[in-house]
Protein backbone atom coordinates (compact mmCIF):
# COMPACT_ATOMS: atom_id res chain seq x y z
CA UNK A 1 0.00 0.00 0.00
CA UNK A 2 2.72 2.41 0.98
CA UNK A 3 4.33 1.86 -2.38
CA UNK A 4 1.55 2.47 -4.28
CA UNK A 5 0.95 5.76 -2.43
CA UNK A 6 4.29 6.47 -2.90
CA UNK A 7 3.43 6.01 -7.08
CA UNK A 8 0.65 8.45 -6.46
CA UNK A 9 2.47 11.15 -4.93
CA UNK A 10 5.16 11.09 -7.67
CA UNK A 11 2.72 11.05 -10.28
CA UNK A 12 0.74 14.05 -8.91
CA UNK A 13 3.91 16.10 -8.91
CA UNK A 14 4.06 15.23 -12.55
CA UNK A 15 0.76 15.81 -13.15
CA UNK A 16 0.48 12.45 -14.54
CA UNK A 17 -1.08 8.86 -12.83
CA UNK A 18 1.19 6.06 -11.58
CA UNK A 19 0.81 4.17 -14.95
CA UNK A 20 2.27 7.09 -16.89
CA UNK A 21 5.06 7.53 -14.58
CA UNK A 22 5.66 3.91 -15.02
CA UNK A 23 5.79 4.57 -18.57
CA UNK A 24 8.49 7.61 -18.72
CA UNK A 25 10.76 5.40 -15.85
CA UNK A 26 10.87 2.78 -18.25
CA UNK A 27 11.44 4.78 -21.41
CA UNK A 28 13.94 7.08 -19.54
CA UNK A 29 17.41 6.03 -20.69
CA UNK A 30 16.48 4.11 -24.06
CA UNK A 31 17.20 6.33 -26.67
CA UNK A 32 15.84 4.18 -29.36
CA UNK A 33 12.04 3.73 -27.06
CA UNK A 34 10.10 0.81 -27.05
CA UNK A 35 7.22 -0.73 -28.91
CA UNK A 36 3.70 -0.14 -27.08
CA UNK A 37 3.60 -3.90 -26.73
CA UNK A 38 6.93 -3.45 -25.62
CA UNK A 39 5.68 -1.05 -22.83
CA UNK A 40 2.53 -3.53 -22.21
CA UNK A 41 4.50 -6.57 -21.83
CA UNK A 42 7.46 -4.73 -19.34
CA UNK A 43 4.26 -3.05 -17.16
CA UNK A 44 2.26 -6.36 -17.31
CA UNK A 45 -0.97 -4.44 -18.34
CA UNK A 46 -2.68 -4.76 -20.97
CA UNK A 47 -2.38 -3.45 -24.57
CA UNK A 48 -5.25 -1.51 -24.69
CA UNK A 49 -4.32 0.17 -21.65
CA UNK A 50 -0.34 1.14 -22.79
CA UNK A 51 -2.29 2.47 -25.52
CA UNK A 52 -4.70 4.84 -23.65
CA UNK A 53 -1.55 5.79 -21.36
CA UNK A 54 0.84 6.50 -24.27
CA UNK A 55 -1.61 8.20 -25.54
CA UNK A 56 -2.39 10.53 -22.47
CA UNK A 57 1.28 11.22 -22.34
CA UNK A 58 1.70 12.17 -26.16
CA UNK A 59 -0.97 15.01 -25.72
CA UNK A 60 1.69 15.89 -22.86
CA UNK A 61 3.91 16.45 -25.17
CA UNK A 62 5.89 13.60 -22.78
CA UNK A 63 6.58 11.25 -25.49
CA UNK A 64 6.45 10.80 -29.12
CA UNK A 65 6.00 8.22 -31.40
CA UNK A 66 7.94 7.19 -34.35
CA UNK A 67 7.85 4.48 -36.93
CA UNK A 68 9.65 1.26 -36.67
CA UNK A 69 11.74 0.84 -39.86
CA UNK A 70 10.29 -1.61 -42.65
CA UNK A 71 7.25 -1.85 -40.68
CA UNK A 72 4.48 0.51 -41.67
CA UNK A 73 2.05 0.24 -38.64
CA UNK A 74 4.44 -0.61 -36.12
CA UNK A 75 5.67 2.96 -34.00
CA UNK A 76 8.22 3.44 -31.08
CA UNK A 77 7.20 5.04 -28.10
CA UNK A 78 10.67 7.77 -27.15
CA UNK A 79 10.46 10.20 -24.10
CA UNK A 80 10.66 13.83 -25.03
CA UNK A 81 12.47 16.44 -22.94
CA UNK A 82 9.84 17.60 -21.53
CA UNK A 83 8.88 14.15 -19.91
CA UNK A 84 12.28 13.81 -18.86
CA UNK A 85 11.39 17.15 -17.08
CA UNK A 86 8.28 15.41 -15.92
CA UNK A 87 9.99 12.48 -14.52
CA UNK A 88 12.29 14.50 -12.71
CA UNK A 89 9.67 16.35 -11.12
CA UNK A 90 7.45 13.25 -10.03
CA UNK A 91 11.14 11.64 -8.78
CA UNK A 92 12.55 14.87 -6.60
CA UNK A 93 10.48 13.41 -3.28
CA UNK A 94 11.46 10.36 -1.41
CA UNK A 95 8.82 8.29 -0.62
CA UNK A 96 7.85 6.37 2.76
CA UNK A 97 8.61 2.90 1.53
CA UNK A 98 12.33 5.02 0.83
CA UNK A 99 12.63 6.90 3.70
CA UNK A 100 11.37 3.41 5.87
CA UNK A 101 14.22 1.85 4.20
CA UNK A 102 16.66 4.10 5.17
CA UNK A 103 16.03 3.20 8.92
CA UNK A 104 17.86 0.15 8.56
CA UNK A 105 21.17 -0.69 9.02
CA UNK A 106 23.67 -1.18 5.94
CA UNK A 107 23.48 -4.87 6.85
CA UNK A 108 20.05 -5.01 6.39
CA UNK A 109 19.24 -3.08 4.00
CA UNK A 110 21.69 -5.38 2.10
CA UNK A 111 19.69 -8.25 3.22
CA UNK A 112 16.71 -6.77 2.41
CA UNK A 113 17.69 -6.56 -0.99
CA UNK A 114 18.71 -9.89 -1.74
CA UNK A 115 15.44 -10.88 -0.54
CA UNK A 116 13.93 -8.87 -2.91
CA UNK A 117 15.87 -10.11 -6.17
CA UNK A 118 15.07 -14.02 -4.94
CA UNK A 119 11.58 -12.85 -4.61
CA UNK A 120 11.42 -11.27 -8.00
CA UNK A 121 13.28 -13.86 -9.78
CA UNK A 122 11.11 -16.87 -8.13
CA UNK A 123 8.16 -14.79 -8.91
CA UNK A 124 9.61 -15.02 -12.73
CA UNK A 125 10.24 -18.05 -12.98
CA UNK A 126 6.29 -18.66 -12.27
CA UNK A 127 5.42 -16.20 -14.98
CA UNK A 128 3.73 -14.04 -12.21
CA UNK A 129 5.63 -11.40 -13.48
CA UNK A 130 7.23 -10.34 -16.79
CA UNK A 131 11.33 -10.76 -16.59
CA UNK A 132 12.50 -7.87 -14.68
CA UNK A 133 15.36 -5.41 -15.66
CA UNK A 134 17.34 -6.39 -12.82
CA UNK A 135 21.06 -8.12 -12.70
CA UNK A 136 20.13 -11.63 -12.04
CA UNK A 137 18.35 -12.27 -15.44
CA UNK A 138 20.38 -9.57 -17.66
CA UNK A 139 22.99 -11.20 -20.03
CA UNK A 140 25.93 -8.92 -18.84
CA UNK A 141 25.56 -9.90 -15.49
CA UNK A 142 28.67 -12.66 -13.91
CA UNK A 143 28.08 -12.79 -10.11
CA UNK A 144 31.53 -13.90 -7.57
CA UNK A 145 34.02 -13.69 -10.96
CA UNK A 146 36.43 -11.05 -8.86
CA UNK A 147 38.34 -12.32 -5.74
CA UNK A 148 37.22 -9.08 -3.77
CA UNK A 149 34.35 -9.72 -1.35
CA UNK A 150 32.91 -6.08 -1.47
CA UNK A 151 33.13 -6.17 -4.95
CA UNK A 152 32.85 -9.94 -6.26
CA UNK A 153 30.35 -9.16 -9.40
CA UNK A 154 31.04 -7.70 -12.53
CA UNK A 155 28.75 -5.87 -15.12
CA UNK A 156 30.38 -6.32 -18.70
CA UNK A 157 28.02 -3.83 -20.41
CA UNK A 158 30.02 -1.12 -18.23
CA UNK A 159 33.01 -3.46 -17.93
CA UNK A 160 33.12 -2.62 -13.55
CA UNK A 161 33.52 -5.01 -10.94
CA UNK A 162 30.37 -4.04 -7.94
CA UNK A 163 29.04 -5.21 -4.91
CA UNK A 164 25.74 -6.24 -2.96
CA UNK A 165 24.91 -2.38 -2.49
CA UNK A 166 25.24 -1.97 -6.35
CA UNK A 167 23.00 -5.16 -7.74
CA UNK A 168 20.32 -3.26 -9.44
CA UNK A 169 16.34 -4.28 -9.69
CA UNK A 170 15.47 -1.70 -12.43
CA UNK A 171 18.73 -1.34 -15.03
CA UNK A 172 17.88 0.38 -17.72
CA UNK A 173 21.22 -0.95 -19.63
CA UNK A 174 19.54 -4.40 -19.17
CA UNK A 175 19.07 -6.70 -21.40
CA UNK A 176 17.71 -10.51 -20.85
CA UNK A 177 20.14 -13.49 -20.86
CA UNK A 178 18.48 -16.75 -23.02
CA UNK A 179 17.14 -18.56 -20.20
CA UNK A 180 19.94 -21.33 -20.32
CA UNK A 181 22.40 -18.44 -19.24
CA UNK A 182 19.81 -16.81 -16.95
CA UNK A 183 19.55 -20.36 -15.11
CA UNK A 184 23.21 -20.70 -14.80
CA UNK A 185 23.87 -16.89 -13.67
CA UNK A 186 21.63 -17.85 -11.02
CA UNK A 187 22.93 -20.99 -9.74
CA UNK A 188 26.28 -18.96 -9.68
CA UNK A 189 24.56 -16.38 -7.78
CA UNK A 190 23.32 -17.83 -4.93
CA UNK A 191 26.15 -20.73 -4.39
CA UNK A 192 28.77 -18.02 -4.49
Known amino acids: M ?13 GINPTQLSILELLEGRKGGLSVKDVAMHLAVSQPSATDSIAALERKGYVEKRPIENDKRGVKVVLTTDGLSALQVGGSVDGDAEQATETLGEQEQEELLLTLVKMIRTLQERDAIPIQRMCASCRYFAPF ?8 HHCNFVDAAFGRRELRIDCRDHETADPALRAATWNAFVEG
Open 145 to 152: VHADAARP
Open 2 to 14: VLRADDWKRAKLA
